[in-house]
């Protein structure tokens, strides 16, 4: 019996064997990874300095901003810092209504959720939407397990983002200087939906006209509204990964929504399940290895790295594997100012992924996207 699950995971093995042999073959292609390597090694390094709480935050922002030129990455890191400040701003402004009402706090998750996913999914500006609803989320559910610790929270996470976004940027613009002259970066394509306004959600045929990515937004806003009543359920108090989870496994452009459906909402629940689970694997077997050794805790950090950079760019179709192998290696490795001395935040991240995609599912199972759109060739 075949399942959009077992469907995505089928192509996997062979996949990354694919990847494996190209990693062997050509030398090449270790010029991303090693890019991406010195910015987390250097945001370690400069958030360590400044004795932050959670140096991960500054180590995933020098990764994620890394694009493959100069005029991609610098772009993406402004993106990436407007959102995280608006974001902020909003969470902490509805802090303290929120973190007192569990109902308040849904209907505020299904708020911003849909929004967010809505203007991520047709907006050119898509990663600032992105950073914007994952931040706000962050935000308030800090707000909601410690209220008194939201504005250290807040704050923090904007000084972790700045440090591994300009540092990205600058290890970025360096290997720019020692590129050969190539093409400008691809513009932005012109969004395939509107942009989101109340005057448009009450007009009919604009909300027939846009019904499949309505209804996806509104799929992720359900999933994430309801966390709140599976934390009180389950007891559950590290709750940030579970939010962001069931919000990132929903952002996609406009046209895989309308012309995939359900398939490509599966596999990215499968994509970041998997990926996470090895590279948190993969941390926890060489956590011991480094010890309290410096040295080694470098390498051990850069040899993970590499590794998830190199499935991301490559091009068995593993992309977000990749990226989300990187996100759990870097959790697991990256804790305090120094080498990590326990498996915890690993565990809690794995955890929390599983209930964000179980949540997820759930939603979709209930609510089913209906059957893809065929077209024909005119």
């Not at 509204?225 to 989870?245: E, K, M, N, Q, Y």
């Not at 190199?310 to 100012?337: D, E, K, M, N, W």
């Not at 498996?343 to 893809?372: D, E, K, N, S």
């Amino acid at each position: 019996m075949s399942s959009p699950a077992l469907d995505a995971l089928r192509p996997i093995p062979s996949a990354l064997w694919q990847e494996t042999r190209a990693l062997a073959a050509d030398l090449s292609t270790w010029r991303e990874p090693v890019k991406a390597v010195l910015a987390v090694l250097l945001a370690t390094a400069v958030s360590c300095a400044f004795h932050l709480e959670d140096n991960a935050w500054a180590a995933l922002s020098g990764f994620l901003v890394m694009r493959t030129s100069f005029g991609e990455s610098a772009p993406r890191g402004g993106q990436r810092m407007l959102g995280t400040l608006a974001g902020a701003a909003l969470g902490f402004g509805l802090a303290r209504y929120t973190s007192a009402s569990v109902p308040l706090l849904m209907v505020t998750f299904v708020v911003v959720t849909f929004v967010c996913v809505y203007q991520s999914t047709v907006s050119v500006a898509s990663y600032a939407w992105v950073l914007f609803g994952v931040t706000a989320a962050m935000v308030m559910t800090a707000a909601f397990a410690s209220p008194a610790d939201t504005i250290d929270f807040a704050s923090t996470r904007i000084a972790e983002v700045g440090i591994g976004t300009l540092c990205g940027i600058v290890v970025s613009g360096l290997f720019e200087l020692f590129r050969q002259p190539s093409a400008p970066p691809p513009q932005p394509l012109p969004s395939p939906g509107s942009r989101l306004t109340l005057r448009r959600l009450l007009d009919e045929n604009w909300r027939r006209d846009h019904a499949a990515i309505l209804a996806h937004a509104s799929r992720a806003a359900i999933a994430v509204g309801s966390l709140p009543l599976v934390w009180r359920a389950f007891s559950i108090t590290d709750i940030s990964a579970t939010a962001v989870t069931s919000f990132i496994v929903m952002i996609m452009p406009a046209t895989v929504v309308e012309q995939e459906g359900i398939a490509a909402i599966y596999q990215r629940a499968v994509y970041r399940v998997l990926g996470c689970v090895m590279g948190g694997l993969l941390a926890l077997l060489l956590l011991p290895l480094a010890g309290d050794s410096l040295p080694l805790y470098g390498l051990t950090l850069a040899l993970g790295v590499g590794i998830g950079v190199h499935i991301q760019g490559g091009r068995s179709g593993l992309s977000y594997v990749g990226t989300q192998f990187c996100f759990a290696f870097i959790v697991t490795l990256v804790q305090g100012p120094g080498p990590a001395t326990s498996i915890t935040p690993g565990f809690q991240r794995l955890v929390g992924i599983a209930i964000g995609c179980l949540v997820l599912g759930a939603v979709v199972v209930v609510w089913p996207p209906p059957p893809v759109r065929t077209r024909r060739a005119a």
